[in-house]
């Protein structure tokens, strides 16, 4: 007993003296806050793209569809959360309110909802269900509500920013924990408005006052992350591909478009998103959103039309493989489930995902750095293949370049290599290079500019013995806290 209690004493002593002696690098620019950080691991989550529109084949409905219309015929949110769980998806967030207005759960502040609906005799709730099914599947939840809402007479006038925080409230409140709250940049426009009819615009910079529902967020879900084009804990990626450019930055600067004054959700200049800012002044990663199928939602004549497996494996490594999380849309159909042509391309990719993925063959390599921050154990370059994303190599501070050579056990063919950098320090990688030993020489195989939470890169099959990373260029020392080597599978 005593003799535990010594060693751990002694562990305990030598490694606060290892951290006393060789403290660790400063962070460089904007770092993740721990809401970001969780986000980040998830990679992955669903779009749930289910509304009037689902029933009246629409992608923008008008907000007149008579709540009658939304009757799922054998709705079914474990079959939808089960399905996206299987596929290997981390979260889903559903389209609590699209512009239509109409409203998925009873809200007490409008008609306008499923309780005015045939579904379950109007005593039926797909957040309560959703959600309920995300805890069940140990999946996080999370919700859009559209800022835009052409069913609501007041659209346009303040009595509508107080109708928009009430239902935020509802949704934040009474159904568990949301990790991502996804603020939509389509605003103002022609709509029903209560039977008015007609086009209303809003200044975009200050009628929703964002400013003021940010920190209603906070205060009702200080663990979720705010999507918009502004952020401010999440960019929108600019496009939706599900694309983001090979150099991408986690860091933002939101600059606000032509004619705007203010930066904020549905003012910036959002195609700036695909790349990000070099330094930029926040930590605000982007987030690809795209649909499995053309439309965001279900329609009977796009079920040819879902994407195939290699447009998915695209969509994954210029989107996860490039720093970004891929919020891949999955649009329920008319029975309320996932349509069974999506289930089948949603297994597939995980398949195919879990192949490419499963064996790193980097796992029992022998590695080696160029350099070793003050030469301690804590920093040691084994830590980038210990599978563990808190551990890291690090330089010394001046050292804003250096190699890791891996050996592997003997020879491997290959065709992607996969990089993280230790985040909570901030990203500081600004030129890497991939190099495997042939014929007594280093041949590059491939090169990029940014790393991040995590980079994928891919080059034609290549068979060798001994790998090596190469960051060429950084803004601050290199801190890599994990890397990979894989055969991916081929795509049909
Ligand atoms: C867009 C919306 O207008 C689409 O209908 C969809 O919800 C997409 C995710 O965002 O801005
Ligand atoms: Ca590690």
């Known amino acids: 007993m005593y003799k535990i209690i010594g060693l751990t004493c002694l562990l305990f002593i030598s490694v606060s003296c290892h951290e006393k002696v060789v403290p660790p690098p400063e962070p460089y620019g904007a770092i993740p806050s721990k809401r970001q950080m969780k986000w980040h691991q998830m990679e992955m989550y669903a779009f749930l793209h ?62 306008h909802s499923v309780k005015n609906s045939p579904w379950k005799d109007g005593k039926g709730d797909v957040v309560k269900e959703i959600s309920d099914a995300c805890r069940t599947y140990q999946m996080k939840f999370g919700v859009y509500l559209s800022p835009w809402d052409r069913n609501y007479a007041g659209y346009g006038q303040p009595e509508y920013i107080t109708y928009y925080r009430n239902q935020l409230q509802e949704l934040l409140t009474n159904y568990g924990n949301i990790f991502e709250v996804w603020w939509d940049g389509a605003n103002g426009g022609d709509g029903y408005y209560g039977g008015a009819r007609e086009t ?36 929108w990626v600019g496009n939706e591909n599900g694309f983001a450019k090979d150099s991408c930055w986690e860091t933002y600067t939101p600059l606000p478009a032509k004619g705007e004054t203010k930066a904020v959700a549905g003012t910036t200049q959002w195609q700036i998103g695909e790349t990000g800012t070099q330094n930029g002044k926040f930590w605000m990663p982007a987030e690809a959103d795209v649909s499995i199928r053309p439309g965001w939602f279900y329609h009977p004549a796009e079920n040819d039309k879902v994407k195939s497996l290699e447009e998915l494996v695209e969509i994954y490594f210029h989107s996860v493989g490039n720093g970004a999380s891929l919020n891949l849309n999955v649009p329920p159909d008319r029975t309320g489930r996932i349509n069974p042509v999506d289930s089948t391309r949603l297994m597939e990719f995980h398949a195919w995902l879990k192949e490419a993925f499963d064996d790193n063959l980097l796992r029992n390599a022998k590695v080696e750095a160029s350099a070793t921050r003050g030469e301690s154990e804590f920093y040691d370059v084994r830590n980038t293949v210990d599978d563990d994303l808190d551990t890291y190599w690090a330089t010394n501070d001046d050292e804003k370049s250096g190699t890791i050579v891996f050996q592997l056990p003997g020879k491997e063919t290959f065709n992607c290599f996969m990089a993280q950098e230790y985040i909570p320090l901030g990203q500081r990688v600004s030129e890497f290079s991939v190099d495997v030993w042939q014929n007594g020489e280093w041949k590059t195989v491939t090169n990029g500019s940014t790393i991040g939470y995590k980079k994928l890169v891919r080059f034609p099959m ?26 991916l599978p081929g795509v049909r």
């Open 50 to 111: 289910f509304t009037t529109n689902t029933f009246t084949d629409k992608e923008w409905g008008y907000g007149d569809e008579p709540e009658s219309v939304f009757n799922p015929t054998d709705f079914d949110a474990d079959q939808i959360i089960g399905t996206l769980r299987e596929a290997g998806f981390k979260g889903a967030i559903l389209t609590a309110k699209h512009h239509d207005g109409f409203c998925l759960w009873p809200s007490a502040y409008t008609e």
């Open 462 to 487: 290549v068979t060798a013995e001994k790998v090596r990373l190469t960051i060429d260029n950084a803004m601050a020392c290199p801190v890599i806290s994990e890397t990979g080597l894989f055969l």
């Open 200 to 235: 209303r615009k809003i200044d975009r910079s200050s009628y929703y006052q964002w400013d003021k529902l940010i920190p209603l967020v906070r205060e009702l879900q200080p663990g979720a992350c705010i999507f918009s084009d502004a952020g401010p804990d999440i960019r």
